[in-house]
Every structure is written in C-alpha cells, then in structure tokens.
C-alpha cells in the first residue's frame, strides 16, 4: 500500500489560497485588456496551472512505498571461500571439498526448484566470478580470507542484485579492513545471508619448513651443520613426524620429531660431512606420521665440498686473448688450481676449454648459482657491460657477496670505462671508472706496488728477496683503464707511477671484500705481455697468478662469522644474532662495527660490538615488517668482514586460527536478516532457503522508504509549456 506524505506542507498551507488570491487580482486588475472572456479564462486557467505546479513542488510531495517496490532483484549469488584454510584435510574430505559436495547434491537443486538463477563468486583476499564447471579446478590456497570483502562485492558489484546470498566458509576470516563497509550494505539492501559454516571447530595443527641454513661451501671430511626453521601453527598437539635428511635426492639421516604443542616456531640441525669434492644439494623433508597439514614440506640449500687445496676457475672473455693461454701455463706447475675456459668467438659461438663434464656450462656463461657453485674464482677479461645480462651481473653479485665466490675483472681502457656505471656489476668493482680519453694512454709504464701490496703474500715473487724490489724488474706495459675513483674500503695494491685519480695515484690493480667475497680488478691492457718481455722471469708472472687467484679464493674462509641462535624470525619483534670471531689474523683491535640494513635499504642499526678472539657476542635489532634484512660486520677500514640475510615473514595468517568461526557466521546473518548453520546440520537447504526470503520479505515490506514525487525533467517541461503557450496566446491576440 502506497501512502503520501509532503515534506513541507505549510507551502500548501498557505500557498494555495494565496495563489488564489494573487491570479484573482491579476484578472480584477487586467479584465480590460481581454476582448472577450473565454481568453481572460484561459490564461487564468494556464498561469494557475504552472503557479500549482511551483507550489505543490515547494510542498515536497513523497511517496512511501515498501522497499521491496524499489529495487528490481532476481536470483541467488553462491560465495565459495578457496582460502588456504578450507584445504584442511578432515574424515570427510577438504574443508572444500565438503562445500562442493553440498552445494552439488543439496543446495543447487533447491535453488533450481524455487527457480532461483544461480551465480556463483570464489573469494580469498579477492574475488571473482566463476563457472560452476571451474568450481572443482579453483586454487584454494589464497593467504587471506576476506568475508566483507566478498560480502560487499556481491551486494554492490553484482547486477542485478540477487535475492538471497548463501555463503559457504568456514569463517576463518583474516581481515576487516571491508567489514564495515559491508554491514553497512546489507543493512541497507536487505538482502539475507544464509551462511553455512564447514569444518571443525578447533584449528588443527600445520607445519611448514620455512627455510634452511647452511655454509656456501665446506672442506671435504669437515662436519658442518644444516639448520631448519620450523613453524607449527594450530589447537593442541602437533603430531609427531620423521625430518629427513637428503644429499641430491637421497636420503642421508633421519630423525624424529615428538609430538609437541602446536602454535611455536624453532629450529633443528644435522651435523653431516661429506668426503667426495663437488656441488650437493642439501634438502630438508618434512615425513608426517598419519594426517598432518603440511604447508611447507621441504626446503633446501647448495654446498660447494671442496678442498682447500683444490681451487677451480672460471675464464670467461668476450673474444679469444693472449691472457687465457699464459695464466693457463702459468697454472700448469700447480694441480690444486683448475682453469676452464670460455670464450666468446663470435655473437652467436662459444669456445669451450677444460670443462670437466659434458653437461657444463653447456648453454654458455652460467644463469645460476648451482652452475657458479663448482668455481671458487671467475675471472672476465675484455668483456664489456653488454656482453652480460643484467640477471648474469647480478647472478655474480650474489656468488661474490653470499657464496663467497672471488671476482676479477682484466682489461684496458678499451673494456673497462665509464660504461659500467649504472650496471649491476658497477657495485661489485673496487674503483669507478672515467669516461674515456679522447688521447689514447700508450705510453710504456711501469706498475708500482704500494705498501699495502708489499706486505701482502699474493705480491711476493721471490722467496730471497723483497716484493718492491722483485716488482722493480716487471717490464713495462703500455695501455691501461682510466680510473676515476677508489670506493670505500677498498684496497689499492699496485698505481700508475704518474697518472692520477682524485688527487692520489691512478690505481691499476685493486680489491675490495664483498659480502663474503672477494672483487678485484687489473686495468692494465695486455698484462699476459709480462710473460713474453724480453729479460721477463716467467716464473715471476705464474707465481703472480697462483697467488693472486688464492687469494681472491679466500674469500669464503672468514675468521669473523654471524649465527642466529633458535628463535621466530617474525615481524614485530627483536631479532637476535651473535657475532663470532674465530681468530686474530685481520687486526689486533677486537672492535667491529655491525650494520643492519631493513627490507627498503634503510639502515636501522650501526653499532660498535666488542668480539675478542674466540669468543661470541651477542646482538640484536628490531624488525618492524617483513622481508630481507642485511647484517653486516664491518673492520676498522669498513671492510666487509662477514654478512648474511635474514628472512624475516609473517607466519601464514591463515593458520593462527583456522577453526570453524560460527560466531562470526552468525554475526553476518543478524545483519542481514539471514540464517547461519553450521554444514552438518544443513539437511534440507530448500527449508533454509525458503524461510530466509521469506523474513527478508517481511522485513522488506515493513521497512518504507520515502521517495520524491514530481522532481523530474517531466514537470518542468509542463511549467515551461503552459508559460509559453499563455504567452503565444497573448501574443496572438495582440494583447502583448
């Protein structure tokens, strides 16, 4: 029933009689202009009708009718929750599994009897409209579960509206960023919720192996450790279950776990060796005993078992050079030290050199670590920026600073220049390079050592006599790169004896540690000449090499090292590592400076720690969100002494409390004028269906709505046509 009502209804109070009035007067006042009466009439009758019209407006007329009468809706709108928790295994199957199996035999019959036109939504942290045939194809893995979210799309991102919404979840929910907004849209469309709650209603217990530590690389028949982080989430007890231990996909050790509260986070080691040389990969697997949801059920980690004395490296050149075959003679008196070579002959051809398997480096320049792990140095000569991708410059960044791996780079000024800068491999350099000279540097020069270099065992050629002197013999070269800069913490071993950079001399041989590793660059154009001058010693040169090469090597062997003791390594909180130091060979002073870096590059710790020799000390920072944090230790020159990255995540939301929430279900429901069951008690959805739509039309016809009458284009055209027609009028008999 539709009833009337007027917003201001003094207007028409007093409004009428007053217009009365006023066209009474106007026709009293005007009666001589018009010829004959039925004109004075008809633009009386005219005016009053757009005066009415005006006022009647003014008076705000409304119309109250039910809100069942206003919005036109149609059918039914499913929502499948596919978040991580509905894949909970239980005696009836998956928490989703459960739910297709319902609406499948239960629920779209009844639909499909009360002739209910069925759409059906998946939400996790988003939604989206699928196909009943898709239903059993979706990926019930989202991170987040968002139930005002899925609510509010499907009340005001669904058109037509549906007439009823069945929600089928176990109401885990996560987030509630939209829940307001969502209460507010169903109170307001009246559209019920009918919520059918699956699942158990405690959260059972889950396991994920969040990651593994373990050393990049270890001397053969030397114990070291692999360390699992492991997080238990869940009600009550986490089931026992088998750690196994594996070395490339075979099983090396095992161990029981016990069955111990759920709801923790901790770690557990194995002590292995191995006795042969190579690259393993090391995996952690996680062997449940009966049913257990395992989130995370492996992770593994790659160690280089080599031999102190067994050094391997990588030779890569951008075209064939004299350098590769003279270092490689040079090597030929040491067998612990093994070159491969690869060259680039042309853009679309590699030369291959003392590769030791079939399968190496058969695609060119390695594009992983697994593939860099073998080679304890790589050395690039005459190769330009280009000549790398920047996923293989930043893959050497990785094997320098977090494997520990040694880098050099060889060339002239033809090779090593400004181009650099801006490359990913620009961090690695120990100097930056100036933009090239318009004169080309020719001249013959002689290397000079700097005391750095003089007591450095890498810089001494002759066991008699001492490093400056048996440098003084070293032939002259001619061409080298223009260095524009040294970097921070960088060592300079050999300059131009005039040249300068910055004020100080040209630096021609350099190096600098990064991360765990060692960079170095040579700029000096044809250096394998030294070999060849004549009154050269070779033996000079190739001692040069074997040295160098070890000591580049070295960079993995770290007298000063970083341990995270057992704890969560979640945001939110302090986390805690320990600095060691294992001997005193890089300075007599026991002060290091420790440096962390936050996910967003942002320094949030610079400390000065106190680590005599031998012993831990013990530190800590505060990690404020998730991501990749970066502890460096640092020497009195700010040299890099150790690092490490910590993986700091938010425990999968998830699985804090994944039991079945029908409180919250229920909650929805009174909103909205629904009903909330939990799935067992759903025998018969048509009841259930049936006497939501029909609460939700009662309700719908006892809640009225107020709507405006009149203000429309309609109204004003009439206004507008009866003041231009009284004015045709009068303008036709000329009473205008």
Not at 691 to 702: G, K, S
Request: with cysteine.
């Amino acid at each position: 029933m539709t009833r009337w009502d007027w917003g201001f209804a003094p207007a028409i109070t007093w409004g009428l009689p007053a217009a009365g009035c006023l066209l009474v007067w106007i026709l009293w006042r005007y009666r001589a202009l018009f010829r004959r009466s039925w004109q004075a009439v008809t633009v009386l009758a005219l005016r009053m009708v757009a005066l009415v019209a005006f006022i009647v407006l003014l008076a705000a007329p409304m119309r109250e009718v039910s809100r069942a009468d206003i919005v036109p809706r149609e059918g039914a709108l499913v929502l499948f929750d596919r978040s991580a928790s509905m894949s909970i295994p239980e005696p009836s199957g998956t928490r989703f599994a459960q739910s297709l199996d319902f609406a499948r035999r239960k629920l779209l019959p009844a639909l499909r009897d009360a002739s209910l036109q069925t759409k059906a939504l998946a939400f996790a942290d988003d939604v989206e409209e699928i196909s009943g045939d898709a239903l059993a194809n979706v990926s019930v893995d989202g991170q987040r579960s968002d139930l005002g979210r899925a609510l509010l799309q499907a009340v005001t991102g669904v058109a037509p509206q549906p007439r009823i919404i069945v929600l089928i979840t176990d109401g885990a929910a996560n987030a509630n960023e939209n829940n307001g907004r969502a209460l507010s849209a169903l109170a307001e469309s009246g559209i019920p919720v009918v919520a059918i709650g699956v699942g158990g209603d405690t959260t059972p217990a889950t396991l994920s192996l969040r990651s593994v530590e373990a050393p990049t690389s270890a001397p053969p028949r030397q114990r070291f450790r692999l360390t699992a982080q492991l997080e238990s989430g869940g009600d009550g007890l986490l089931p026992p279950f088998d750690l196994q231990l594996l070395r490339d996909d075979r099983l090396v050790d095992s161990r029981l776990i016990p069955a111990s509260p759920a709801g923790r986070v901790w770690r557990e080691s194995f002590e292995v060796s191995h006795d042969e040389s190579g690259v393993f990969r090391y995996q952690l697997r996680c062997q449940p005993h009966g049913t257990l949801k395992l989130l995370d059920r492996e992770a593994a980690a790659t160690v280089r078992i080599a031999d102190e004395r067994e050094l391997r490296v990588l030779f890569a050149q951008g075209a064939l050079t004299w350098d590769y075959k003279f270092i490689r003679i040079a090597l030929l008196a040491d067998p612990a030290i093994r070159l491969t070579g690869l060259s680039r002959t042309s853009s679309s051809s590699v030369l291959y050199q003392n590769v030791e398997d079939a399968s190496e480096l058969k695609d060119g320049f390695p594009t992983s670590l697994d593939q860099l792990a073998p080679f304890s140095v790589v050395v690039l000569s005459r190769l330009r920026p280009g000549d790398l991708s920047p996923a293989q410059q930043q893959l050497l960044l990785d094997y320098c600073g977090k494997m520990g791996g040694g880098v050099l780079l060889v060339g002239g000024s033809e090779t090593l220049d400004a181009a650099w800068r801006g490359t990913p491999l620009e961090q690695l350099l120990p100097v930056r390079f100036a933009p090239p000279s318009s004169t080309a540097n020719v001249d013959s020069f002689s290397l000079q050592l700097t005391p750095e270099a003089q007591t450095l065992s890498a810089f001494q050629l002759s066991d008699t006599e001492p490093a400056a002197l048996s440098w003084s013999r070293v032939p002259p070269f001619a061409g080298h790169a223009r260095t524009a800069e040294v970097k921070a913490g960088a060592e300079v071993f050999a300059v131009h004896p005039v040249e300068l950079a910055g004020g100080a001399p040209m630096p021609l041989i350099a190096a600098q540690r990064f991360g765990v590793g060692r960079s170095a660059m040579i700029g000096v154009r044809n250096f394998w000449r030294w070999r060849l001058a004549p009154d050269s010693d070779a033996a000079a040169f190739d001692r040069f090499w074997r040295q160098w090469l070890r000591y580049l090597a070295d960079g993995w062997k770290r007298p000063v090292s970083i341990h995270l003791p057992d704890q969560p390594l979640v945001p939110g909180g302090d986390i805690r590592y320990e600095a060691h130091r294992a001997d005193g060979d890089l300075t007599e002073a026991s002060t290091i400076t420790a440096r962390v870096v936050d996910p967003n590059d942002v320094e949030i710790v610079r400390e000065r720690l106190e680590v005599p020799v031998e012993q831990t000390v013990a530190a800590k920072f505060r990690a404020e969100q998730s991501g990749a944090y970066s502890i460096e230790l640092r020497d009195e020159r700010d040299q890099v002494l150790a690092s490490r990255s910590v993986e700091v995540r938010e425990s999968n939301l998830e699985w804090r409390s994944a039991g079945r929430n029908m409180r919250l279900l229920e909650h929805w429901a009174r909103a909205s004028q629904g009903i909330a069951l939990p799935l067992e008690r759903c025998d018969d959805p048509a009841v259930l269906l049936r006497d939501a739509l029909e609460q939700a039309d009662r309700a719908a016809l006892q809640s009225r709505q107020q709507l405006p009458v009149g203000v429309n284009g309609w109204t004003l055209i009439a206004v507008l046509a009866c003041l231009s027609t009284e004015w045709l009028l009068r303008r036709r008999w000329r009473l205008v």
